[in-house]
């Protein structure tokens, strides 16, 4: 299948930061933006993406479901959460549900973009 | 016959795709590892300075660590092939009692957060000696505990086990080199050349590896004295003597034991355990953008605990004056240079095999801490036969 260097980026809240996207599709990615977990779920149905990227992320407001209904549609896709959720608790929930990374904010771009390759990396050795 | 054929290659624990998925895993461990222990260096100095810390931001770290100690556990499992559960209990009672901290103490008064009892759950070290009993899953108490575990344990799992059988079928080679090292290469790709498939040894004109290539020509410098007697007074000999027997680890790991590239055309990991000290390099260059990076960790010594900190300190300042952002911690290095060029990765590479031999047995040497001065001054000159001795071949 190979990587299609496509990027879902889930912004839950409305807040997507322009500059979060301009950042990743400027090393090359073509990025894709859902409002809410359903969407997100819809454009999985019908597009392979290599990574998603669960923004303000929690599991009180879905996002628990969310990850596990991605993980079940497309189980080569992988997930990083972006937050701004402390707790240790439900960072240990989301990667019990299958996530690849759980990454507080404020995260820096060159973080970010590592734990993308990596991602990418992982999903093409699976494939 | 075919059905059976693949059957049997998913089977074998050794088949390609599952040593690069095993090999990803171990380097993300390692990777994970290095970040949280960047963090902990972080909250101690954090910690000393303040003398306390905005709940908040103590609850931000605490989190960061925890994800990063249950990466290590999810991917040593990947590498172990078999699950861990002790380890994700530990981890899970640990977070929950922070989690508990922290929501008393928020609910009172953000200042009155216990960050000592915090960063007690997080940072204290207990499993320091691999070769003990307690060095094991239940022995975990903290979340620095989880971390070390995983570390050990990934790397017996990844290159201890089966290096018979890897030889065998063909999956590492036996490197012959000038050095007394043991040196066992896997490729992923590109790394080696001219193989010949029944032969289980290679020489250094099969390394078709970049990085490779380049540390291998800094272990192979003129000079550089990778053994031989070190001069030392009888104090250091009984110094080394009576560490090696305190410690039955050191005892058990003879000088010249094994060593691991896992390499790609320009892809390195380098783990060396040389005596009683262990290395790790991680280094990837390429020709078309500056994403190059090193990572380099050092650890152990046969000496007292000050000339042990004294090699380290050499080593620190050597890496730092070749640009790298370095992290010492008594006799443990951590070193990062990132988003370079490739001649750069090379040109350090090449310094970094003339230092993992010059420093190899130098702790024994390390009586004052003008020694590291001495020695710093002689490595940047390009001195490297450090005693005036020749190099035995």
């Known amino acids: 299948m190979g990587l299609s260097n496509r990027i879902l980026l889930v912004d839950t809240e409305g807040e997507l930061l322009e500059a979060l996207k301009r950042g990743i599709e400027a090393v090359g990615f073509h990025v894709e933006v859902a409002g809410d977990g359903g969407k997100a779920l819809e454009l999985v149905e019908l597009v392979s993406f290599d990574v998603v990227i669960l923004e303000a992320w929690a599991p009180e407001t879905g996002g628990l479901e969310t990850l596990a209904r991605i993980k079940q549609s497309r189980p080569e896709t992988e997930v990083i959460i972006l937050t701004v959720c402390e707790s240790a608790d439900k960072a240990l929930e989301g990667m019990n549900g299958g996530a690849f990374d759980y990454l507080l904010k404020p995260c820096d771009s060159e973080t970010l973009l590592e734990r993308i390759h990596r991602a990418q990396e992982k999903k093409e050795m699976g494939e | 016959m075919l059905g059976r054929l693949l059957e049997k290659l998913k089977a074998d624990p050794l088949n390609d795709g599952d040593l690069q998925e095993r090999y990803f895993a171990f380097k993300e461990l390692s990777s994970a590892n290095d970040v949280a222990l960047r963090d902990l260096v972080g909250l101690e100095g954090s910690l000393s300075e303040a003398q306390s810390l905005p709940g908040c931001d103590l609850h931000a770290r605490a989190t960061e660590f925890t994800v990063q100690a249950f990466k290590s556990i999810r991917n040593l499992e990947t590498v172990a092939h078999r699950p861990y559960p002790d380890l994700r209990e530990t981890l899970t009672s640990l977070t929950r009692r922070m989690e508990k901290i922290l929501l008393e103490g928020s609910a009172a008064d953000e200042r009155d957060i216990p960050v000592e009892r915090i960063v007690g759950l997080l940072a204290p070290l207990n499993l320091t000696n691999p070769g003990h009993r307690s060095f094991r899953p239940a022995g975990c108490r903290t979340v620095h505990d989880i971390l070390r575990f995983c570390q050990e344990e990934s790397i017996n799992s990844m290159f201890s086990r089966n290096d ?214 002689l490595f940047l000159q390009g001195q490297y036969n450090f005693f005036g001795l020749s190099s035995p071949s």
């Open chain 2, 164 to 377: 018979a059988d890897a030889v065998r079928k063909g999956r590492f080679f036996q490197l012959g080199i000038s050095v007394p090292l043991r040196i066992f290469v896997a490729d992923l790709g590109g790394g080696l050349e001219g193989i010949e498939k029944k032969r289980p040894e290679i020489d250094t004109r099969n390394v078709a590896s970049v990085p490779f290539r380049a540390l291998i020509e800094g272990m192979t410098t003129e000079g550089v004295r990778w053994a031989g007697h070190v001069p030392m007074g009888i104090k250091s000999m009984v110094s080394v003597f009576a560490n090696t027997l305190y410690d039955p680890v050191k005892h058990e790991r003879n000088l010249g034991a094994r060593s691991y590239a896992v390499v790609s055309g320009h892809y390195l990991n380098f783990s060396s355990r040389l005596g009683y000290h262990f290395s790790t390099l991680d280094a990837s260059c390429g020709r078309k953008t500056n994403r190059g990076y090193i990572s380099f960790r050092f650890k152990g010594g046969a000496a007292s605990p000050e000339k042990r900190f004294r090699r380290a300190e050499f080593i620190a300042r050597i890496l730092r004056a070749h640009d790298f952002w370095v992290n010492q911690q008594e006799d443990l290095v951590n070193a990062n240079l990132k988003r370079s060029s490739e001649q750069d990765i090379l040109d350090r590479l090449v310094m970094l095999g003339r230092l993992m031999g010059c420093a190899r047995q130098l702790d024994v040497a390390m009586d004052s801490p003008q020694r590291v001065n001495h020695f710093v001054d």
